[in-house]
Nanobody, 121 residues
Framework: QVQLVESGGGLAQAGGSLRLSCAAS????????MGWFRQAPGKEREFVAA????????DYADSVKGRFTISRDNTKNTVFLQMNSLKPEDTAVYFC??????????????WGQGTQVTVSS
C-alpha cells in the first residue's frame, strides 16, 4: 500500500501563488510517476500535471501550462506543484496521485485525500 499526504492548499488572490506538496510513503519501489488532479464543484476530476521518476518528463494540462510547475524530490518521495498567476477558475480540490512501475501517470493506483485551493477575484 501507498499513502499520499497533501499540504499547502489555502486561499490566494487572483494573480497570486501557492505551492502544494505531497509526500508518499509505503511500498513504492524506485519507479513511480506522481502528479496532480483537481475537481471543482459540480465538475469532473481533471488532470493538472505529472512528473516521472526521472524528474525530467513532465506533462501539463493546457489550462495550467506556463503558470504551474511540477517537480519532485526523490530523496523524500515528495512531489510539488508551484502554482503562479492563479485564476479564480483554478479553485478546486487538488488531489495528489501516484502510479507505480511507470514513468507516465495515465491511470493512478493511489490518491491523496485532497487539499482545497480557493482563488478569489
Amino acid at each position: 500500500q501507498v499513502q499520499l499526504v497533501e499540504s499547502g492548499g489555502g486561499l490566494a488572490q487572483a494573480g497570486g501563488s501557492l505551492r502544494l506538496s505531497c509526500a508518499a510513503s509505503g511500498r513504492l519501489f524506485n519507479n513511480f510517476a506522481m502528479g496532480w488532479f483537481r475537481q471543482a464543484p459540480g465538475k469532473e476530476r481533471e488532470f493538472v500535471a505529472a512528473v516521472g521518476w526521472s524528474n525530467v518528463d513532465t506533462d501539463y494540462a493546457d489550462s495550467v501550462k506556463g503558470r504551474f510547475t511540477i517537480s519532485r524530490d526523490n530523496t523524500k518521495n515528495t512531489v510539488f506543484l508551484q502554482m503562479n498567476s492563479l485564476k479564480p477558475e483554478d479553485t478546486a480540490v487538488y488531489f495528489c496521485a501516484c502510479q507505480v512501475f511507470t514513468e507516465r501517470l495515465t491511470d493512478p493506483d493511489y490518491w491523496g485525500q485532497g487539499t482545497q485551493v480557493t482563488v478569489s477575484s
